[in-house]
């Protein structure tokens, strides 16, 4: 039997979207679901970043929620086309790894793959002169077709895409008329040209092919017609005149050349001889300069030379090792070494795999050089990667030609870059054994440090020899000082160059001043130091870039927003870019997206080094404080900018010269927060390890919505501990209470019953102690809460009914109309509708009063599920409809889908399933968006079969 985990999946993307799992045409959902999974498809077995692919589905103003909405998306995707999965329950199909989403398909899984397949053999076959191979290609290729790329959906990616294969079909088209022709084809491809001529009179290779075909037909009038007729149509259309390829056409009919006849089809014609002939691409010389002074690696250079005895397959050698051992040195000594062996050109590229924070080279921008290299016209270069690599391998088909690629990231990065066919020879550099590389057939080279002897000749034949033995002494102890790494000795002897009045004794004491002695890289962790070397780079900074740079290691992050930044040095944002901007410069940060800057551990911890050297303690203490400050007041604005409605967190002010962005609205709010949540996390723990205790226990609480609507309740419970802690610490006992109240909810929102309950019982205890009626009022109302995920609504009830009892004591009606709310919440989910809608007409009256509070919102909840309950389901939907409108005000999105999820229960009680399902669906999307757990527990409470769907009610106040 066949396992079901193995059944093949093919998509065909060459018309709408079609999906198979073996002969089972799956269901793909609804069209954004679609949009991504094309998207996808367009990278199929390649590595997609979740920003790569936000972009391509959203373009440059994705929703505040993209990410969310790409999650719920992908799960759907998977549902789909992997119903069964192995028994480790992870997918084969779509995977998601730190470099992105990855669709994996089979060789024979994407028409689209077939495609460029197909294009590929057809343009194999024509530059060897093999056009009936070519020609059977090129129909094969274009019998895949069905419609537009896509057809039906639309996104940035998409859309540029559907332009771009369209422009490549019909060039498809063209050369399979074009091989047609010359091979005297018999078939009446006229009728087919006079209406591709209509549908793009634009392309005068179709007018032109149209010509030769009226020609060959024996109807010379009508040919020389065409001519005038596409000479006409240019001037009108464009005031210009057909090209000079096709007024030479035309000349060439007048006269009668006899080539253009139609061939026998004993005598095809050459490629040579075609009406535009193609001209032959120059021969690329890339390689970067050589050594003069290469040493050693003898035993490397043999084991290269070895490759090149390989003519069954296309040679790969790559070499790996650490950081600054000579990879690059050596790759490009040999690739001089033996250019003459590849007379069709030398191609090479440094794909950076290994800049910080994501500025490696993308494949795509590796092959533009390359075609740069074959003067390939830009017009001519798809804009799909695998189209791309296609035509690659098609320019490196049938030449010898070797490739060097340089500081490789991963197999991914590789894969599009390797030629297809043997006679070519490749070598990678990496500082990683690239897995998917070796699977290809590399022999893979070790680089470790230079052997004693050739360290020594190797700074030697840099520096002089008559300067080393002039010193011998202070030469062993530089050589000894740079552990033998290639890249050290290099610099150390470049500078030693640049100042031949220096004595090599000077150099070494200066070394060994720097950082007591220079540490070799050992292994490949970035950790480990070479701090005389990165001295000297830090050392070329202005005084102020110096400061940034040094204060940058005490942000406890590998990046950093530019108004943080900012904030950390004191400086106004426009100061702050400046600087930032010299930081680059000097490579001791990278930009890894707009704004936001970071650096690796190496550089983190000698910036951290080089802050405990030279800053005071009060420096780096004001500075933290000031990172802190604007991390706590950027976040209240942005809590008070999402959930104006909640009582605000008090904080001190900020320092002065601390950066608070603005934010303009609750989208941005919300970006703001989904893309500091790590940072923000890191900077409570950094405030208690710094002895920062308000500033810990005020960013935990007021990052707490936040963190509860996101569902992130682990890191929610993880910073009210260190809250709590904070609070002992400076003996806050009221912050004590508020943080094991919010602890109870966070323990709830975990399904953590025993763990919320005693969180309620010691801030019930601490503000007994404190005697605060009202704190004790609406802890008891949370503590309702935990009562009621317990299902004992009678406890549940007694705990409301005490806090309507000491909401009056405290003289406090706000919090008075919210316990009659809930008291009447306890009644219905007892069963007593009447009784709830008596005691939530009270709180509707008292928040009237009180001028329409927003919390009535929630009364408006429970009269509609009380009534719902009572069967009076207009009722229900009208006081729905006004809890809705002002959730909508308030701009809180949980609280809009959960009350549009009850409304979907309240039409399905009506027997309206259609009008149900909808609504469930509106508030499934919503809270998907907000990456909320409730929406797949909803989901898969949708994907059961509608016998046995009655209503949801896994909804809980939050």
């Not at 192995?86 to 994407?110: E, F, H, M, N, Q």
């Not at 990172?627 to 900020?654: F, G, K, S």
Request: one cysteine or more; glycine letters at 8%.
């Amino acid at each position: 039997m066949t396992d079901p985990c193995d059944i093949r999946i093919r998509l065909e993307v060459l018309g709408p979207l079609l999906a198979w799992r073996g002969d089972e045409a799956r269901r793909l959902g609804p069209v954004q679901q679609r949009v991504v999974l094309g998207t996808l498809a367009l990278h199929a077995n390649r590595s997609l970043g979740r920003e790569q692919l936000i972009e391509a589905v959203w373009g440059e103003d994705p929703p505040a929620y993209a990410v969310n909405l790409l999650q719920k998306n992908v799960s759907a995707l998977r549902r789909s086309l992997e119903p069964v999965r192995p028994a480790d329950g992870k997918s084969r199909v779509l995977t998601w790894s730190d470099a992105g989403y990855r669709l994996i398909l089979p060789d024979g899984g994407l028409d689209l793959a077939d495609f460029d397949r197909e294009l590929a053999r057809a343009g194999a076959a024509r530059a060897t002169g093999d056009l009936p191979t070519a020609s059977r290609a090129l129909h094969a290729a274009l019998k895949l077709w069905r419609g537009p790329l896509l057809d039906g959906l639309t996104g940035p990616l998409l859309d540029a895409e559907r332009d771009r294969l369209a422009e490549r079909r019909i060039g498809a088209i063209e050369d399979r008329i074009e091989i047609d022709l010359s091979l005297g084809d018999d078939r009446d491809l006229v009728a087919e040209l006079r209406r591709l001529v209509a549908e793009h009179p634009l392309r005068e290779r179709l007018r032109g092919l149209l010509m030769q075909a009226l020609y060959r037909s024996g109807q010379r009038a009508d040919a020389l017609a065409a001519f005038r007729e596409t000479h006409d149509y240019l001037y009108a259309e464009l005031g210009v005149g057909p090209s000079a390829e096709l007024q030479q056409l035309h000349r060439r009919l007048l006269d009668g050349d006899p080539e253009l006849n139609a061939p026998t089809p004993a005598a095809p014609v050459a490629p040579a001889q075609r009406t535009m002939p193609a001209h032959r691409p120059p021969t690329p010389a890339q390689l970067p300069h050589g050594m003069a002074d290469f040493t050693g690696r003898q035993r490397q250079l043999t084991r290269l030379d070895e490759l090149l005895g390989r003519e069954d397959a296309t040679p790969i050698a790559m070499i790996i090792g650490t950081a600054g051992v000579g990879k690059t040195s050596l790759a490009v000594h040999w690739a001089h070494r033996v250019s003459d062996r590849f007379p069709d050109g030398q191609l090479y590229v440094n794909l950076r795999g290994f800049d910080a924070h994501g500025s490696a080279v993308e494949p795509g921008d590796a092959l533009r050089g390359f075609f740069d290299a074959f003067a390939v016209p830009n017009a001519q270069v798809p804009a799909r990667l695998e189209d791309q690599a296609a035509l690659y391998r098609s320019l490196l088909a049938g030449r010898r030609i070797l490739v060097v690629l340089d500081n490789a990231r991963d197999s991914e990065q590789i894969g599009p870059l390797l030629p297809g066919a043997p006679g070519c020879a490749v070598v990678v550099t990496s500082r990683r054994r690239l897995a998917g590389v070796a699977a290809a057939g590399a022999d893979v080279l070790s680089l470790d440090l230079l052997a004693p002897g050739e360290a020594r000749e190797f700074f030697s034949r840099r520096v002089g020899a008559a300067r080393v033995a002039a010193e011998p002494v202070a030469f062993d102890a530089i050589v000894a000082a740079c552990a033998r790494l290639p890249l050290a000795l290099a610099i150390v002897a470049a500078r030693a160059a640049v100042y031949p009045e220096q004595s090599l004794t000077a150099l070494a004491t200066d070394l060994r001043e720097a950082a007591g002695g220079l540490d070799a890289f050992v292994g490949e962790n970035p950790a480990n130091d070479a701090r005389a070397v990165l001295s000297w780079s830090y050392r070329g900074l202005g005084p102020a870039a110096a400061r940034l740079f040094r204060l940058l290691g005490l942000h406890r992050r590998p990046d950093i927003a530019t108004a943080a930044a900012a904030s950390l040095a004191g400086v106004t944002v426009s100061e702050a870019r400046r600087l930032l901007r010299e930081l680059t410069s000097a490579h001791l940060v990278e930009e890894a997206t707009p704004g936001r800057f970071g650096f690796h551990d190496l550089l983190r911890a000698y910036a951290k080094e080089q802050t405990l050297e030279i800053d005071s303690a009060a420096e780096r203490r004001a500075a933290v404080l000031r990172l802190l400050d604007h991390y706590l007041h950027t976040a209240w604005l942005a809590d008070r900018t999402l959930y104006p409605y909640r009582e605000p967190i008090h904080v001190e002010p900020a320092d002065p010269a601390t950066v608070v962005p603005r934010l303009d609205g609750t989208a941005e709010a919300l970006v703001w927060f989904m893309g500091e949540h790590a940072t923000l996390l890191a900077a409570v723990e950094q405030a208690e390890a710094e002895d920062f205790p308000l500033h810990a226990s005020r960013l935990a609480w007021t990052i707490t919505p936040f963190l509860n609507y996101q569902g992130k309740w682990h890191d929610w419970a993880t910073v009210l501990r260190i809250a709590l802690a904070a609070s002992r610490q400076v003996g806050d006992v009221p912050g004590q209470a508020l943080t094991h109240r919010l602890l109870s909810l966070a323990c709830l929102q975990q399904g953590l019953l025993t763990d919320a309950d005693g969180q309620a019982k010691q801030a019930l205890d601490l503000l007994n102690e404190l005697g605060d009626r009202e704190g004790q009022a609406r802890l008891l109302l949370d503590y309702s809460r935990v009562l009621e995920r317990q299902g004992d609504f009678v406890a549940g009830l007694e705990r409301a009914e005490l806090a309507l009892e000491l909401f009056r004591e405290a003289g406090e009606p706000s919090g008075e109309a919210d316990a009659l709310n809930w008291v009447g919440w306890f009644h219905s989910r007892s069963g007593y509708h009447q009784q709830a809608l008596d005691y939530c007409h009270q709180s509707l009256d008292l928040h009237r009063r009180l001028g329409d509070s927003p919390r009535q919102a929630d009364t408006w909840n429970t009269l509609g599920f009380a009534n719902h309950h009572l069967g009076n389901s207009d009722a229900a939907m009208a006081c729905y409809e006004k809890a809705l409108g002002l959730w909508r005000e308030l701009g809180d999105r949980y609280e809009v889908a959960t009350t549009t999820l009850r409304m979907g229960n309240t039409q399905h009680t009506t027997g309206d399933l259609q009008a149900a399902r909808k609504l469930w669906l509106k508030a499934r999307n919503i809270l998907d968006e907000l990456g909320h757990p409730l929406g797949e527990q909803l989901s898969a409470w949708l994907a059961k079969p509608p016998s046995s769907s009655s209503t949801f009610e896994g909804i809980h106040h939050v």
